[in-house]
């Protein structure tokens, strides 16, 4: 009896690899990594032991240089793989813990619509689910979609899309005004080198996009204010701030992530300086151009049921598509109090 190492081609070990992480052959590199990081995350962690990321990256990048369609260094697949692992946490598979670890996320479906497949979220890997192949109708993206009748039997929670987005109850200026009202501390000005700046939607001409709205001169505008502080390196932190006599007096915590940038919306509306979009619609969905980054949980939604297109000749514009859902995302745009024209 023959016995040892089976040596195989590029294309066979990819075959086989896919194969037993339910992908089908010809599948793009981009779902390939997604699943396999989603694999390789429950495999170390045993869906209970957080792992390091660099444990996670040097496992899933071991197993995606022999089966990668492309021929690409290192450097460059380990910052592919580092992407999906961003986006798997942005579809909320995938959770980050503090120093670097990361852990699978609780298994749920979402009910997107009465209408369509369920989108199923967590990190368990798509060859644990026991369902047929037919039955998982579309990937997208980090985004699995399960058929609606095959969803059921497999029992898992089910949350609407607002919470797995996690989307505030509240309209937007009652929401607004909780988070102004937070405590403020005295301030104390840290001695590594920073850039603060105010936003000012009320100074900015009418319809500029958020980007262009903060302020490093803000010796005359006493109150409240959303702040920005650059730190060494680029990193950035945002905080509501008391100004007086020229100088920020006192200030609250660091916001939550996507806090900032809903405060934004809904201190434009305030101001009544709102951002502007268009919405040309087509079947049951259209084409919305927007001039401003969304809010976390808006962007969730979006990159659930639409495609976001950067053009790099415009990198200020955000070009969204949709197929379906034209009804609701106009619903979610005029709740950030985006001036809309629709065509």
Sequence with gaps: MRSGLQILSRRHARTRILKSLRLVPNEADSVVWHELVRSIVWTLTRGRTPVHVLRLLNRALDAAQGIAEEDMGPEALRAELRGSLNELAMSGDLAELDAGMWLPAPSRLVAMAPQDDMLFVGGL???LLNLAPADVMARKGPFRFIRRAAAGPLSFPVEDMDEWARRPDEPLQVWA????????LEHWEPTESTRVELYLPERAPAGTPQFKRWSEHYGD????YLARRTRAFGTR???IVEVLSGRIARSGAVLARGE?????????LAADNRTRGRW????AGGRLVLTSVLPYAESRIFAALGVLTINPEKLYEQPWAFVSHGEHIQELVNALSIQLNTQ
Excluded: H, S
């Design 280 to 283: 040309t619609a087509f079947g």
């Design 260 to 268: 900032a940038r809903r405060l934004m919306y809904a201190l434009d």
């Design 125 to 127: 890997p798509t060859r």
């Design 237 to 239: 932190e945002f905080r």
């Design 221 to 224: 505008v006493p109150g409240i």
């Design 177 to 184: 005004a909780q988070i102004l009202a937070l405590p403020l």
